[in-house]
């Protein structure tokens, strides 16, 4: 992790963090002005209650905060101004929100993430990282469409730099434990009555925390060559065990799964396979054609190993699942769930099974079904 390895790439920079009010951005500041010693750090968002809120909290003279959306070209470009290293965070990230504001959607995270490519290479920005989904991969819903889009226009984006140096990456992850719209909290409030509501009981998802995202990502900034989708190794749990985990005298009641909703979540395509290795803990999807590329180079993957053919990388196929010990341990990491944990009994934070357990395994109450369908 980033204290653990040295990693420093924003000392003595000054940084652009789009999205910078929500769960990832607080975190990222957190850990940026714990372990780095950067010139200035840049909160751009649009939301000035949220900016005010962390002005209460962090308190350094290296940050500044600008109000600002990624859709305004010129208010971005403003902002880039100076500026070395970009981490864009900023999006639509809701499902149901996307789909039903399917224009607003698209200006965010394509268009937005075109201004950020545009203006990032006006200013002469030496390095910007998107943060991207796992919903990006093989997308059913708006939201994950945009955010291949999204993915697309990054990786490609090192193509209009010419003889400029700036370089553009991609990481790509799954869910993040507790942050806004994470069914944790939805789990925890739904606890007192008696009934946990799951779209569907063979759902699997990989989970992550938010400074493990927040390291993952220092880390490839550090790595980073342009062009590369990094990925990394993440734990995979059944829905119904993290219910059970939060709530377990809780009834489950399958609702039948969402539009635009998967069983299973991929992070890495048998397509995006191909150009795949692992490499450090991690796996790095370079570019497909780096031979025309005229950007790529390699020094930084010469040893890494090679995927072999038919590699996916899917929640249901992952070899490492989650312990419940595990799982508490990444709930009660995420500060912005403090208000949460309280709620937690305290046997369910200290007696769960340590050893590394295959999926389903943790004891399940009754699920009732109000779709057709069985449960497995």
Not at 8 to 25: E, H, V, Y
Not at 291 to 304: H, I, L
Request: charge should be positive; glycine fraction near 8%; charged fraction near 25%.
């Amino acid at each position: 992790m980033t204290s653990a390895t040295n990693s420093r790439p924003f000392d003595g920079k000054t940084i652009l963090l789009t999205g910078g009010t929500g769960s990832f951005g607080k975190q990222f500041v957190r850990t940026v002005l714990a372990y780095h010693k950067p010139k200035a750090l840049r909160i751009y968002s649009r939301d000035e209650l949220k900016q005010f809120e962390m002005q209460q909290v962090f308190v350094n003279p290296v940050l500044r905060y600008f109000i600002g959306d990624i859709r305004d070209r010129d208010r971005l470009q403003t902002a880039m101004s100076g500026v070395d290293i970009v981490v864009h965070a900023a999006a639509m990230k809701q499902v149901p929100a996307c789909e039903y504001n399917p224009f607003e959607a698209v200006k965010t995270n394509v268009l937005g993430a075109q201004n950020v490519v545009e203006t990032a290479l006006s200013a002469g920005v030496r390095q910007v990282m998107c943060i991207s989904t796992d919903k990006a991969v093989n997308p059913v819903n708006l939201y994950g469409a945009t955010k291949l889009c999204a993915e697309k226009i990054f990786v490609h984006g090192n193509s209009y730099a010419g003889p400029r140096n700036t370089r553009f990456s991609v990481v790509r992850y799954g869910n993040v434990v507790g942050s806004r719209g994470s069914v944790v909290p939805l789990f925890l409030n739904q606890a007192p009555t008696g009934e946990i509501t799951v779209t569907d009981t063979r759902m699997t998802r990989f989970w992550i925390t938010l400074p493990a995202a927040v390291e993952f990502v220092i880390r490839c900034v550090d790595t980073m060559m342009g062009g590369e989708i990094f990925v990394p190794k993440l734990a995979s749990m059944k829905i119904t065990d993290l219910a059970t985990l939060l709530a377990p005298d809780c009834c489950i009641k399958a609702i039948g799964i969402r539009p635009g909703e998967k069983l299973h979540e991929i992070l890495i395509t048998e397509e995006d396979g191909r150009n795949c290795l692992e490499l450090n803990g991690m796996y790095v999807i370079l570019p497909a054609r780096p031979d025309v590329s005229g950007w790529w180079k390699k020094e930084n993957y010469t040893e890494g190993v090679k995927m072999p053919d038919g590699f996916i990388y899917s929640s249901d196929r992952n070899p490492c699942w989650l312990t419940g010990t595990e799982l508490m341990e990444m709930i009660k990491s995420n500060h912005d769930l403090e208000s949460y944990t309280a709620k937690l009994a305290p046997p369910l934070r200290t007696s769960m099974d340590k050893r590394r357990r295959p999926a389903g395994s943790i004891k399940r109450p009754p699920v009732r079904l109000d779709y057709a369908g069985t449960e497995n």
